[in-house]
């Protein structure tokens, strides 16, 4: 995992430091584990309560999943740009693989009654289900999850 | 029946086969594959298997663990079959739910229930 910007803190509105980082990584499973662990440990330290860190987690596995099978087509020698941002208010992560991109809209739904029983395509909706919003870029190969605290 | 390596405890009782997993986390893809793998070997040794898989000690897991359940599923109903799910966790159970995969499986609270559901 190669840093590409330093780690930034500074101070956010109600004492805890805002946190947030910016690497380049190798397309690798391990790679991008420890990308998760990094937010994972930064999501307890902001104190977000567990069922926001388990929405986190899944929704950054079902992201990193897309890049390195799809978007990068499971080649190590291609890399994913993943930057995370943790505040007061939310947990933002972006993750951007090489590959051409993809219409999100153009995505069946997992769970309409003849799909249901089709192995793949539930990681979008997973991602949707479990932040506050998730977007796209135009080209579709960089996705942002936002997950906004629970008052 | 617990080959080196193997991701998974997979055991006969009364008549089925019960699946249970050794790790906490079913997200790496190679991994999944080998579950699936694994499973795949023991419905293709069945005539008509009838299969529980418990989710006991289970705290993540991925879509791709989802697709792997629903493609054991429809191989376990291609020999006319039965797979039971059971003991999983409530925030686990919310991923069935938001999939509407709760319909397609039949989970049950534990163990015993699942057992108890074979005909």
């Known amino acids: 995992m190669s840093t590409q910007n330093e780690r930034v803190s500074k101070p956010a509105h109600g004492g805890v430091p805002a946190d947030s980082g910016r690497f380049v990584l190798q397309s690798s499973r391990s790679e991008a584990e420890r990308a998760m662990q990094r937010v994972l440990a930064a999501c307890s330290a902001h104190q977000f309560d567990p069922t926001a860190c388990f929405a986190i987690r899944l929704a950054m596995e079902e992201a990193f999943s897309n890049a390195i099978r799809h978007g990068n087509r499971e080649d190590a020698h291609r890399t994913i740009a993943f930057e995370y941002r943790i505040g007061e208010d939310a947990i933002e992560v972006e993750v951007e693989d090489e590959g051409a991109g993809f219409d999100p809209d153009a995505v069946p739904d997992p769970t309409l009654d003849e799909n249901i029983q089709i192995p793949s395509g539930r990681g979008l909706m997973l991602m949707r289900a479990y932040m506050t919003q998730v977007s796209f870029n135009e080209r579709g190969n960089r996705v942002r999850l936002r997950l906004e605290r629970r008052r | ?119």
């Open chain 2, 1 to 119: 029946m617990e080959a080196s390596g193997s991701r998974l405890r997979i055991y006969d009782q009364d008549g089925v086969t019960r699946v249970e997993f050794l790790d906490r986390n079913i997200l790496d893809e190679a991994n999944i594959q080998q579950i699936g793998d694994e499973v795949g070997r023991v419905i293709d040794a069945n005539p008509r298997p009838r299969l529980l898989i418990s989710f006991a000690n289970v705290d993540h897991l991925s879509s791709a663990a989802l697709g792997t359940l629903i493609t054991i599923n429809n191989k376990v109903r291609a020999k006319d079959g039965q797979l039971r799910l059971a003991n999983i966790d409530p925030q686990i159970y919310e991923i069935f739910v938001i999939t509407r995969l709760n319909k397609l499986f039949q989970i049950h609270e534990d163990t015993q229930a699942a057992l108890a559901s074979f005909s």
